[in-house]
């Protein structure tokens, strides 16, 4: 997006809203839809399956298909998701990481199709593709979860699109640095900048070394980086730490890479406003919250966002409908268009207040880019645990702030008193839901697809890319081969974990802060399960488990350590479990409780999954509890099925919540009332 001279009115940013579900044929109508409603780009949201490399049919995918983004197994979804939608003239964003090259080689064999149906020179077609893929592996092992190989690896992958894309389809962004979820996972501003710059060092080393690019093309790989932030509703420090990571970025690309041309050292980047942020409780409120967010990064016109996207004000409680779509997209354009935002100069050059506060964030983020270095890197603190740990930390600490009351969340821990919301009144059906026969549509495309098309071919292209994949040659074309054969997203995935191997991050709970002694409340509870392990004559243990997909660990980790911090003994392996790998994992830990995470929208179909692998196991008499986006009907059906306890992000008090789990165990063990 070209930026205008002083004397001009700034041209408004791209305005996406993050949107896919259920199917291709599904999404590329809601995709038309927002385009004719003034949407200037797309931004796709994969499923889980997709985003982790599993086809729909395989046993992860279970409950998560089509729920939280569209499925895309195969060309021929990729087809359809953009069908009558020219790629030369789109501005997409793919919100996709561990398979990034492999939906890209997707996308652009697409454009390649349409390019030549249209009897259209195929590299000029390809030279003007713009948009970019999320690609940012580090972070998804400190906060989202869909990781699929292990660091280097992935890490290679990124390299090698970075290269292609720099030589064939130069407008596009290759990686879209993620520093949003890190913010989710319990950033503060310092850190946000810190690690995301951690990451763009760790990337543009190896695109540097790597040999595939000479060193005068890094001036062109530094202009396509891009990155994504979150901006929370304290919008003057967001401001402010946008302003001290342009500085930041500038200096990194001028000093480490030597970028002497001051336009491609622009900060690039595009943004969600905080989505974790939106509360279930009295939830009309997240309407000022988005706008207060969205205030933070357009603001400042000299580190202002080019892309901007908005949540719905019902993201806390499921899935939006268009019109929660549309209502998102309608806030940027009042915005853009109808305010004097876009009429000025930065309106905050010259603020000795802001100017303090941003120079405290590019010292703070300087000592701990420093920290990071010495360690080895992003991904050396990446295997080490201690990003990881770090993050945990800070989130249990902001999650303190919120309990006693010095953090506050309207509606939530103060000014509780509400009138009935005619937003979700009897028969306004306030989310969007997935008919459960999306899945078994699925499933049955893809059995259909194996089986009409070229299977030697098929065959003949996932060796060829293992073989490239032992290697150390560029994977990109073997990856567009295989998607022109019509190979599967769960055979490509399939096909470099052979190679590759997977990967299990750390988890940062073992080495998170415990909670502050002397809560009154926090020792009652410590004293009610010493009490109770006395009486039972043996240790309590809770096994945390995240079954399914979905990768956002957050809650569960801070569940964990506030587990430990009252005196359990916690079995926490981690995410993306089966139910029968956590029944197991149970029975052998001899645990007195298990709670489950789930925030994908797959509750009412893996959490019954456990309670029916205990009764078989003989274990039955083991409470199971879930915590998560759960609506009120699906509660209790889950109270039908089995489940003990239900809590939904209304329940913010942990300590609370381990007070309560205690008291199911005394309970279902026959002891006294607490």
Same mark, same amino acid.
């Given at each position: 997006?070209?930026?205008?001279t002083?004397?001009?009115?700034?041209?408004?940013?791209?305005?996406?809203?993050? =949107?896919?579900?259920?199917? =291709?044929?599904a999404?590329?109508?809601?995709?038309?839809?927002?385009? !004719?409603?003034?949407?200037?780009?797309?931004?796709?949201?994969f499923?889980? &399956?997709t985003?982790?490399?599993? #086809? &729909?049919d395989?046993?992860?995918?279970r @409950?998560?298909?089509?729920?939280?983004?569209?499925p895309?197994?195969h060309?021929?979804?990729?087809?359809q998701?953009f069908?009558g939608i020219p790629?030369?003239?789109?501005?997409?964003s793919?919100?996709i990481?561990?398979?990034?090259?492999?939906?890209?080689?997707?996308?652009v064999s697409?454009?390649?199709e349409?390019?030549?149906a249209?009897?259209?020179?195929v590299?000029?077609?390809?030279?003007k593709?713009?948009?970019t893929?999320q690609?940012?592996?580090?972070?998804?092992?400190?906060?989202?979860?869909?990781?699929?190989?292990? +660091?280097?690896p992935?890490?290679?992958?990124i390299t #090698?699109?970075?290269?292609?894309?720099?030589?064939?389809v130069p407008?596009?962004?290759?990686i879209?640095i993620?520093?949003?979820?890190?913010?989710?996972?319990? $950033?503060?501003?310092?850190q946000e900048?810190?690690?995301?710059l951690?990451t763009?060092?760790?990337v543009?080393?190896?695109?540097?070394?790597?040999?595939q690019? #000479?060193?005068?093309?890094?001036?062109?790989v530094?202009?396509r980086?891009?990155?994504?932030?979150?901006?929370?509703?304290?919008?003057?420090?967001?401001?402010?730490?946008?302003?001290?990571?342009?500085q930041l970025?500038? *200096? %990194?690309?001028?000093e480490r890479y030597?970028?002497e041309? &001051?336009?491609?050292?622009?900060?690039r980047?595009?943004?969600?406003?905080?989505s974790?942020?939106?509360?279930?409780?009295?939830?009309e409120?997240?309407?000022?919250?988005?706008?207060?967010?969205m205030?933070?990064v357009?603001?400042?016109?000299?580190?202002r966002a080019?892309?901007?996207q908005?949540?719905a004000?019902?993201?806390?409680?499921?899935? +939006?409908r268009p019109w929660?779509?549309?209502?998102?997209?309608?806030?940027q354009?009042?915005?853009a268009? *109808?305010?004097?935002?876009?009429?000025?100069?930065?309106?905050?050059d010259?603020?000795?207040v802001?100017?303090?506060?941003?120079? *405290?964030?590019?010292?703070g983020?300087? *000592?701990?880019i420093?920290r990071?270095?010495?360690?080895?890197?992003?991904?050396?603190?990446?295997?080490?645990?201690?990003m990881?740990?770090?993050?945990?930390?800070?989130l249990?600490?902001y999650?303190?702030?919120?309990?006693?009351?010095?953090?506050i969340?309207?509606?939530v821990n103060k000014?509780?008193?509400?009138?009935?919301? &005619?937003?979700?009144a009897?028969?306004?059906?306030a989310i969007e839901?997935?008919?459960?026969?999306?899945?078994k !549509?699925?499933?049955? $495309?893809?059995?259909?697809?194996?089986?009409?098309?070229d299977?030697?071919a098929?065959?003949k292209a996932?060796?060829? %890319?293992k =073989?490239?994949?032992?290697?150390?040659?560029?994977?990109?074309?073997?990856?567009?081969d295989?998607?022109r054969?019509g190979?599967t997203?769960?055979e490509?995935?399939?096909a470099?974990r052979?190679?590759?191997?997977?990967?299990?991050? +750390?988890t940062?709970?073992?080495?998170a802060?415990?909670?502050?002694? @002397?809560? +009154?409340?926090?020792e009652?509870v410590?004293?009610l399960?010493?009490?109770?392990?006395?009486?039972?004559?043996?240790?309590?243990?809770?096994?945390?488990?995240?079954?399914g997909?979905?990768?956002?660990?957050?809650?569960a980790?801070?569940?964990?350590?506030?587990?430990r911090d009252?005196?359990?003994?916690?079995?926490?392996q981690?995410?993306?479990l089966t139910?029968?790998?956590?029944?197991?994992a149970?029975?052998?830990?001899?645990?007195?409780?298990? @709670?489950l995470?789930? %925030?994908?929208?797959s509750?009412?179909?893996v959490v019954?999954?456990?309670?029916?692998?205990?009764?078989?196991a003989?274990?039955?008499?083991i409470p199971?509890?879930?915590g998560?986006?759960?609506?009120p009907?699906d509660?209790?059906?889950?109270?039908?099925?089995?489940i003990?306890?239900v809590?939904?992000?209304?329940?913010?008090e942990l300590?609370?919540?381990? $007070? @309560?789990?205690?008291?199911?165990?005394?309970e279902?063990?026959?002891?006294?009332?607490?």
């Amino acid at each position: 997006m070209p930026y205008p001279t002083d004397h001009e009115r700034d041209r408004p940013w791209v305005m996406r809203t993050y =949107a896919g579900h259920s199917s =291709a044929a599904a999404s590329n109508e809601l995709y038309r839809r927002n385009l !004719a409603k003034g949407q200037t780009g797309l931004s796709v949201a994969f499923d889980l &399956p997709t985003q982790t490399g599993y #086809d &729909p049919d395989h046993v992860l995918a279970r @409950g998560e298909v089509g729920k939280v983004g569209v499925p895309v197994s195969h060309i021929g979804d990729m087809r359809q998701l953009f069908d009558g939608i020219p790629l030369a003239e789109a501005n997409t964003s793919m919100t996709i990481n561990a398979p990034a090259m492999w939906l890209l080689a997707l996308y652009v064999s697409v454009a390649r199709e349409q390019a030549e149906a249209e009897g259209r020179d195929v590299d000029e077609v390809l030279v003007k593709l713009t948009g970019t893929t999320q690609n940012d592996i580090i972070k998804e092992y400190l906060s989202r979860g869909t990781y699929i190989f292990p +660091p280097g690896p992935s890490l290679r992958l990124i390299t #090698d699109m970075i290269a292609w894309t720099v030589h064939h389809v130069p407008k596009w962004n290759p990686i879209n640095i993620c520093s949003y979820h890190l913010q989710e996972a319990g $950033a503060t501003p310092t850190q946000e900048v810190a690690y995301a710059l951690c990451t763009a060092i760790a990337v543009l080393d190896a695109v540097r070394d790597s040999g595939q690019v #000479d060193q005068a093309d890094m001036e062109k790989v530094v202009a396509r980086i891009s990155f994504f932030v979150n901006a929370g509703v304290r919008f003057v420090e967001e401001m402010c730490k946008m302003r001290a990571f342009t500085q930041l970025w500038d *200096e %990194l690309t001028r000093e480490r890479y030597g970028v002497e041309n &001051p336009k491609a050292r622009r900060l690039r980047y595009g943004v969600q406003v905080n989505s974790l942020g939106l509360t279930e409780a009295q939830p009309e409120n997240n309407v000022q919250r988005i706008v207060l967010e969205m205030l933070a990064v357009s603001l400042s016109r000299g580190s202002r966002a080019r892309a901007i996207q908005l949540p719905a004000w019902n993201e806390a409680l499921g899935l +939006p409908r268009p019109w929660d779509q549309q209502w998102a997209l309608r806030m940027q354009q009042v915005l853009a268009f *109808e305010t004097d935002l876009l009429e000025y100069e930065d309106i905050f050059d010259g603020s000795h207040v802001v100017q303090a506060k941003v120079d *405290e964030i590019v010292s703070g983020a300087r *000592e701990e880019i420093a920290r990071v270095q010495d360690l080895g890197g992003a991904v050396a603190a990446v295997e080490s645990g201690y990003m990881k740990s770090q993050l945990v930390s800070s989130l249990a600490e902001y999650r303190r702030g919120m309990e006693n009351g010095e953090r506050i969340l309207v509606g939530v821990n103060k000014f509780e008193t509400t009138e009935p919301s &005619p937003l979700q009144a009897e028969g306004a059906k306030a989310i969007e839901t997935i008919d459960p026969a999306v899945e078994k !549509a699925a499933v049955a $495309a893809v059995e259909k697809w194996r089986e009409e098309r070229d299977n030697a071919a098929v065959a003949k292209a996932l060796a060829a %890319l293992k =073989a490239k994949a032992s290697t150390s040659d560029n994977l990109f074309e073997a990856t567009v081969d295989c998607a022109r054969a019509g190979v599967t997203t769960g055979e490509w995935s399939g096909a470099l974990r052979e190679v590759f191997g997977e990967y299990r991050a +750390p988890t940062g709970v073992s080495a998170a802060s415990a909670a502050g002694q @002397g809560n +009154p409340e926090l020792e009652r509870v410590r004293e009610l399960v010493r009490r109770t392990e006395t009486e039972l004559g043996e240790r309590l243990r809770i096994l945390v488990g995240k079954p399914g997909l979905d990768g956002h660990s957050n809650g569960a980790e801070q569940v964990a350590v506030r587990a430990r911090d009252v005196g359990f003994e916690v079995i926490y392996q981690g995410i993306r479990l089966t139910p029968d790998q956590i029944v197991a994992a149970a029975v052998q830990e001899g645990v007195h409780v298990v @709670g489950l995470s789930v %925030l994908s929208g797959s509750h009412l179909e893996v959490v019954p999954l456990v309670v029916d692998g205990l009764r078989a196991a003989g274990a039955g008499d083991i409470p199971v509890i879930v915590g998560g986006i759960i609506p009120p009907d699906d509660a209790a059906l889950l109270t039908e099925r089995g489940i003990a306890r239900v809590f939904t992000p209304k329940d913010y008090e942990l300590t609370d919540i381990m $007070a @309560g789990i205690v008291e199911l165990i005394r309970e279902r063990h026959g002891l006294s009332g607490a």
